[in-house]
């Protein structure tokens, strides 16, 4: 693998010397172009322009061409000076502001040295209400300010939140129960985690379960970019949309900010399902403490930022009286001694679930001369939760401490070679250690029905150990990562073409963890404590059982109880991955109305099946396999060409009507944890891995999504515009489980397809209210069993010997097929403001399976399909009230009060009752009638598939308190203090 590595850097290398210039993956600057003409419309050649950021020592200088035309690439976002003179007319000057992954327009006209000189820029954007047009750029993205972030509510302090302000996207469920506090963004009808995220440059996804990597304060973020729809050649490891984040950084102002946030369990309404009345509600608590500032170390030459966020949470989980009658029954049998190993079980009335999490970064900038600058900035991410994944009906021994610990440094060098070439040098380092370590541990599980319920997503454990195995996946208890990346950025910009040329690299020697390895014996009973209490005799558990499960199964004095060992087992999967990537793009202004960007990505990797220096030919499953179609191992795959291409129109000389529409081909390897039983597998004498064995597919292609957009965008006047979307998508090769009755095999075999319309407007209503909308009607499909996912690592199949079966085709699990989001904010007379964000969606797509969990529902004596039940529609309105003060001159305090799910909606998203076993149904194995009573003894006929619409839960909860979407009524009060 060295050798091929070494090889392909040599033809790397190659490249750059053909061409002179290397890129970056993913361009995290801004730019600007423009015209200069004089009064008459006249075009005006050879103006000097000048761009300069009063704030640093950033500057930029060109010469317009024959038509009057300029342009600047690759410029750090924020404020800059625009300055054109020409010989025989006065000088014109003015501000603008650059954008990350946009370019602004321009336009400037020149009068003599007497006349008033005019510079029109296309809109102001210190908001996403108030975007301005991009003329040059086919991509469908939506930039979020610094301003947002500090204005509209966000639950959790998430900044991602902000995301959903961009079209085609939609809140989903935690993609890991150790991030059930990172909202996870979803876009083209995905689950999010084939997203492509990035940060100041560097790479920030998780390469093991998908997503984003590290999370960043918002107060640390000056910009970000949520991109949806991409035709340009520099964005690459995406089927779906990608984030560009550029942190804030210090200015020759001194600045800072003081913030506190505090919510409380009286300004926290209950959860209707999981905490009903007359249960005890659950005590709640958080608050964040904000601390950043920045400012010149010596003027104009290095400046230095930092920024630290410390979150305090007490969330907890307080028992029902029926939970509390079921575990002092069990207290009762192990202090009568039939609890071996166990001779007292604590029952406390409730548990506290602390959670305490630290986010800081520290960045400096300095301007080594008018043709250098660069910077370092460092980050770290670092939380503990106590008690993690104790549920309602688990005792606290079943949790467990989960501890996080990120780092991500990140250096950058640019370097104007000349008016026309720029270079940037790009290294980024990202580390991972993840800790997750159970309460006690007994060497055994003891699962009581009371225990599995439908709203239990993090295992069927009462008292004992934690197995660590969810009904989604199994989730390691060990996870490093260790993550450098290597760019080097150069462009060619002139008024016609900006050509670019990209290599990244990125080397992790280290990806990998652990999962639960220790021997474990799990006895599953048919009754519950109660019911053993009453009769103690009736209820079986010896230390035998532990060493021998069979004897369990034979002696158990119930035939229903089930015994289940595993033994101690090597559980590691450790990978040395490299991932390369090189494009080549042109962005050719071929007149003034029309733009083509056109460019060929290769994606490539190295390593990405071998565990331990060890290929997939040391599975044992091999030897043994007896279906001749997967003899043989998979291999990297080199094929991964990508082309895309974009155009860009905008008739007439107003600037106010922009068409544009795209094409290209993405490429993105599915997360490890896909096929980590396969990577298990490798291990020399694993015994801790799928009785049946796990392969992957010998014949696995890379997915890949083939991805057309075209969009129209009008400019109504200088408040008000609008745009109509669509975006359409075809997955190919993605992730598939066939679990045949000896073995599992990995496929990428499966299909998926999205189409999304979207409606925009964005405004501001007499000065007072500025505000942006959109709606989006969508659909996606795509084949699986039981759950259907587009790029994601669950989609598994019903019957591995008809893979594409009736029924198997239907709605991907995030098909959202309307969705409507408002957001804004009304300067009130007083001073006071009123901020909000508000989505509505139809309901999400859910399957019902059959009692045993093998397949879906029988209704009526016909087979459901996949995700044929739809929930009801998700509503949320969250709303700010803030009065800012200003002390001074620069001193602002603005006392706000924040509240969430203002009218306090159940919204449970796709989390609804999923096992005819949970309904009350008249025959879980074909029904037909509802049961009106408990003894089933009046029905109703069922003739609506709402009818089996029970709630398990609130959207977000899969993984317990905490989440970002989905909460009851939140209410917080705050303070943010800035100068």
């Known amino acids: 693998m060295t050798h091929r590595l070494l090889r392909t850097a040599l033809v790397c290398v190659s490249f750059v010397s053909i061409f002179g210039v290397l890129t970056s993956a993913q361009e995290f600057r801004g730019g600007l172009a423009g015209r200069v003409q004089d009064a008459s419309g006249a075009r005006v050649a050879a103006a000097h322009v000048q761009v300069q950021a009063p704030e640093s020592s950033v500057q930029r200088e060109t010469a317009t061409d024959a038509s009057g035309n300029f342009r600047f690439s690759d410029l750090p976002v924020g404020r800059y000076q625009v300055t054109v003179n020409a010989q025989g007319f006065g000088v014109a000057t003015s501000e603008v502001a650059v954008l990350v992954g946009s370019t602004r327009d321009v336009f400037v006209t020149l009068h003599p040295p007497s006349v008033k000189e005019s510079v029109a820029v296309s809109g102001e954007a210190s908001s996403i209400t108030m975007q301005p047009l991009d003329t040059s750029s086919p991509v469908h993205q939506a930039v979020v300010s610094a301003h947002d972030l500090e204005e509209l509510p966000l639950a959790n302090r998430s900044f991602a939140n902000m995301a959903y302000l961009a079209p085609g996207t939609q809140p989903i469920e935690p993609s890991d129960p150790t991030k059930a506090r990172i909202t996870a963004v979803g876009t083209g009808g995905s689950s999010g985690l084939n997203n492509e995220n990035s940060v100041d440059g560097g790479d920030n996804s998780d390469d093991y379960i998908g997503g984003f990597l590290q999370n960043f304060s918002t107060d640390s973020i000056q910009q970000f970019a949520f991109r949806v729809a991409q035709e340009d050649a520099d964005t690459g490891r995406t089927t779906g949309g990608s984030v560009v984040i550029t942190t804030k950084r210090g200015t020759n102002d001194w600045h800072g900010l003081f913030g506190f946030y505090d919510r409380t369990s009286g300004l926290t309404a209950r959860y209707p399902i999981d905490n009903p009345e007359p249960n005890p509600k659950q005590p709640f608590s958080r608050q964040n403490y904000i601390f950043n500032g920045g400012g010149p170390i010596k003027k104009d030459k290095l400046w230095g930022f930092g920024s630290l966020e410390y979150v305090h949470e007490r969330a907890s989980i307080a028992y029902s009286n029926d939970s509390l009658a079921q575990f002092n029954a069990l207290a009762s049998l192990a202090q009568a001694g039939y609890i071996p190993g166990a001779p007292d079980i604590a029952v406390p009335p409730y548990v506290i679930t602390p959670f305490n999490d630290y986010i800081g970064d520290a960045r400096l900038d300095w301007a080594q001369s008018d043709h250098s600058q660069w910077f370092l900035r460092g980050a770290t991410d670092r939380y503990t939760t106590e008690n993690d994944m104790v549920q309602q009906g688990t005792l606290p021994s079943v949790g467990a401490t989960t501890r996080s610990l990120y780092w991500n440094f990140a250096l950058n060098n640019q370097y104007q070679f000349s008016n026309t070439w720029l270079g940037s040098f790009t290294f980024d380092a990202s580390i991972l250690h993840r800790t997750v370590n159970r309460n006690q541990y007994y060497g055994f599980s003891l699962d009581f029905p009371f225990t599995t319920t439908p709203s239990v997503i993090t295992g069927a454990d009462t008292f004992g150990d934690n197995s660590f195995v969810t009904p989604i996946t199994a989730f390691p208890v060990l996870r490093n990562q260790q993550k450098y990346q290597f760019r080097y950025d150069l462009s060619h910009s002139t008024p016609k073409h900006t050509m670019k040329f990209g290599v990244n690299l990125i080397h992790e020697p280290v990806i990998g963890g652990v999962l639960a390895s220790q021997a474990e014996t799990v006895i599953a009973y048919s009754q519950n404590p109660v019911d053993y209490a009453a009769n103690p005799a009736s209820f079986a558990f010896t230390s035998a059982y532990l060493t021998n499960p069979d004897t369990c199964n034979e002696n158990a004095l119930d035939p229903d109880t089930v015994c289940t060992a595993t033994p101690a087992g090597d559980g590691s999967f450790w990978q040395n991955v490299q991932r390369l990537g090189i494009y080549a793009e042109d962005i050719w202004r071929v007149t003034p109305h029309l733009t083509l960007n056109y460019g060929l990505r290769w994606d490539t990797t190295f ?373």
């Not at 291999?635 to 990508?642: E, I, V």
């Not at 922009?658 to 390897?669: E, I, K, S, T």
């Not at 096992?915 to 074909?926: E, G, K, R």
Request: aromatic share 14%; with cysteine.
């Open 607 to 979: 390593g990405l099946f071998d565990v331990g220096g060890r290929s997939q030919n040391a599975n044992v499953a091999l030897q043994t396999i007896a279906y001749p179609q997967y003899n043989g191992v998979p291999l990297d795959n080199r094929k991964q060409f990508g082309p895309r291409v974009g155009a860009i129109y905008s008739p007439g000389d107003s600037g106010k009507l922009v068409l544009r529409a795209g094409f290209g081909m993405f490429y993105n390897d599915l997360a490890q944890n896909g096929w980590v039983d396969a990577l298990m597998a490798v291990n020399p004498g694993n015994a801790n891995v799928n009785s049946t064995g796990a392969i992957i597919d010998p014949h696995y292609h890379t997915p890949y999504a083939i991805d057309a957009s075209a969009g129209v965008e009008y400019a109504f006047d200088q408040d008000w515009m609008g745009a109509v979307e669509f975006t359409h998508q075809t997955g190919m090769h993605g992730y598939r489980r066939y679990d045949y009755p000896d073995v599992s095999v990995f496929r990428s075999d499966n299909r998926s397809a999205y189409d999304g319309l979207v409606l925009r407007v964005q405004g501001n209503v007499s000065k007072h209210y500025s505000l942006t909308a959109h709606y989006t009607f969508a659909k996606a499909q795509t084949w699986g069993c039981q759950l259907g996912e587009l790029f994601d690592y669950v989609n598994g199949v019903c019957d591995p010997f008809n893979a594409f079966g009736p029924g198997d085709y239907g709605p991907a699990g995030e098909d959202v097929r309307h969705r409507f989001v408002l957001a804004g904010t009304w300067h009130a007379p007083l001073g006071i403001e009123l901020s909000t964000m508000t989505q509505a969606e139809s309901g999400r797509p859910f399957t019902i399976t059959n009692p045993d969990g093998s397949g879906r529902a029988v209704i009526n004596g016909v087979t459901t399909t996949m995700d044929q039940f739809r929930g009801r529609p998700y509503f949320q309105v969250d709303l700010r009230v803030s009065r800012p003060f200003h002390i001074q001159e620069r001193w602002q305090v603005t006392p706000f009060f924040e509240m969430f799910n203002l009218f306090n909606r159940n919204n449970p998203g796709a989390f609804y009752r999923a096992n005819m076993a949970d309904l009350p149904v008249n025959d879980p194995d074909n029904a037909t009638a509802i049961c009106l009573n408990a003894d089933c003894s009046q029905t109703k006929p069922i003739t609506s598939p709402n009818q089996l619409r029970i709630p398990a839960g609130a959207f977000g909860d899969f993984f317990g308190p905490g989440t970002t979407v989905g909460i009851p009524f939140s209410g917080q009060f705050g303070v943010r203090v800035s100068f």
